[in-house]
């Protein structure tokens, strides 16, 4: 069964933290890539960051790099996203994603395949 379960959501001010976790099934965590994408009605869905099952590849987008670290507990099947120094302008939906493992590289939406159902994270100024 396909399953990627996000949680650890809220709200939380500017300058706060957050950290998001994704349990996987295991069919989904052997995909080779995990990633994190955010989503809000005005843009697109985003990658914001991903990481290769076995933590040699890890990539992030331009407006998170210094902030935002991915991580991972194979024993666990579960994917972290740590949120750090959090912006008013990271308020979104975050969708947990598993690809082959190339998509680590891309960080683009069209090359993972399974998806989440979102947690939302709400920055205030």
């Known amino acids: 069964q396909v399953q990627l379960v996000e949680s650890g959501g809220g709200s939380v001010q500017a300058g706060g933290s957050l950290r998001l976790s994704c349990a996987a099934s295991r069919y989904t965590y052997g995909s080779n890539c995990m990633g994190w994408f955010r989503q809000t009605p005005a843009k697109e869905r985003e990658g914001v960051a991903a990481?290769?099952?076995?933590?040699?590849?890890?990539s992030y987008g331009d407006s998170v790099k210094g902030r935002f670290t991915i991580s991972q507990d194979n024993a666990k099947l579960t994917t972290y996203l740590q949120m750090n120094s959090l912006k008013p302008e990271d308020t979104a939906i975050y969708y947990c994603?598993?690809?082959?493992?190339?998509?680590?590289?891309?960080?683009?939406?069209?090359?993972?395949?399974?998806w989440g159902q979102g947690t939302q994270v709400a920055v205030s100024s």
């Open positions: 994603a598993a690809g082959p493992r190339d998509s680590c590289y891309s960080l683009r939406r069209g090359d993972f395949d399974y």
């Open positions: 990481i290769a099952s076995g933590g040699e590849i890890t």
